[in-house]
């Protein structure tokens, strides 16, 4: 990516999730979270979230709750 923002980082992650690439998009979130970005879109929780429960992760969804 040319500028890593949350905004664009929040658009690929959103992406990923809506076109039902939920594991691609939690390397994602690692990868966003490996550098050092700040979770403070309430928007990248909730698509990460769903993620998770379209996975059927509950304790992953339970830890992402907890950021």
């Known amino acids: 990516m040319p500028t890593e923002n949350l905004l664009s980082w929040t658009a690929l992650i959103s992406g990923l999730v809506q076109s039902g690439h939920w594991v691609d998009s939690f390397y994602l979130f690692m990868e966003m ?33 907890c950021l």
């Not at 979770?39 to 379209?54: K, M, Y």
């Open 33 to 65: 979270q490996s550098k050092g970005i700040d979770i403070v879109d309430p928007f990248i929780l909730s698509s990460i979230i769903r993620a998770s429960a379209n996975l059927a992760v509950l304790g992953l969804g339970k830890q992402i709750h």
